[in-house]
């Protein structure tokens, strides 16, 4: 059985850092392209951040320079370092992983940032 878990959400002022957590258990992420997508209250689901086997990374435009997506294969777990956050980074935030037209995805973890 396959499993993300993320980890790290909370409530954060305006201008702080989070650092989200996906531990992946029933596949072996080394094989499989990874990232982060989002989904404000009222909004559609959006790619935030991706990251592919080999390391190639990916970022929406409304977070370049402000998040960073890595990989820890020997733990199989994604990171998504998220600074200088600003109101509107408020979300669910999902991880995914995918390979040959499969994917997976996770529960999500709130992130809420203050102003």
């Known amino acids: 059985q396959v499993q993300l878990v993320e980890s790290g959400g909370g409530l954060v002022q305006a201008g702080g850092s989070l650092r989200l957590s996906c531990a992946a258990s029933?596949?072996?992420?080394?094989?499989?392209?990874m990232g982060w997508y989002r989904q404000a209250p009222g909004k559609q689901r959006e790619m935030v951040a991706s990251?592919?086997?080999?390391?190639?990374?990916n970022y929406a435009d409304s977070v370049k320079g402000r998040f960073t997506i890595s990989r820890d294969n020997a733990k199989n777990t994604v990171y998504l370092q998220m600074d200088s956050l600003k109101p509107e980074d408020t979300a669910v935030y999902y991880c995914?992983?995918?390979?040959?037209?499969?994917?997976?995805w996770g529960q999500g973890t709130q992130v809420t940032v203050s102003s």
């Open positions: 995914y992983a995918e390979r040959s037209f499969r994917n997976y």
């Open positions: 029933g596949i072996i992420i080394s094989i499989y392209d």
């Open positions: 990251i592919t086997r080999l390391g190639s990374t």
